[in-house]
């Protein structure tokens, strides 16, 4: 299992802090990382004074803006909104494309698209974000390694993608 530790103090965008001496971690959580290669990583995540993991989750994906979508009650899925390419680019669709988040949570939910760059797996308590706690992250873990196991079926999925791609364009 991979570990990653994402430190961000919200007020600087930084890791540094002597940049931000006042700036203390409050809590950490966890959270299931899934990158478009399908390398899936447990990471740190550092709730800074303010509450929020919001930007500790934007650099753990790598972006500015980002999108919530609910995987079921307690958890939510964080995606790159930078990531979304234009659908008339096939080169752009096939590098951003992550059929492993797509269809791990399709396990949970109805899915009407597919989703495209880094994905983040988070708790939620009502409308806050929380960490996952170790069973909840080794439940999607699992999740995603038995998706991952069936590499055919996770490139029918990507070529399925791409020909409805190529259709449009």
Not at 2 to 21: C, E, N, S, W
Not at 34 to 54: C, F, K, M, N
Request: hydrophobic share 40%; with cysteine; net charge negative.
């Amino acid at each position: 299992m991979t570990t990653k530790t994402a430190h961000v103090f919200p007020q600087t965008g930084t890791d540094d802090t002597a940049a931000r001496p006042d700036a203390t971690a409050v809590d950490v959580g966890q959270a299931l990382r899934i990158d478009v290669d399908g390398t899936i990583d447990t990471i740190d995540l550092t709730r800074a004074q303010d509450g929020s993991y919001g930007t500790a989750i934007g650099e753990a994906i790598g972006c500015r803006r980002y999108t919530i979508t609910d995987v079921d009650a307690q958890t939510d899925m964080w995606i790159d909104d930078e990531g979304m390419p234009d659908l008339g680019d096939v080169e752009m669709v096939t590098a951003t494309l992550n059929p492993l988040a797509t269809l791990l949570l399709a396990e949970h939910r109805e899915i009407y698209q597919p989703y495209f760059g880094v994905a983040l797996f988070a708790g939620r308590d009502g409308e806050r974000t929380t960490g996952l706690d170790a069973a909840h992250v080794m439940r999607l873990r699992t999740e995603a390694e038995a998706i991952a196991s069936r590499p055919a079926h996770l490139e029918a999925f990507r070529q399925r993608v791409i020909a409805a791609v190529t259709r449009r364009a």
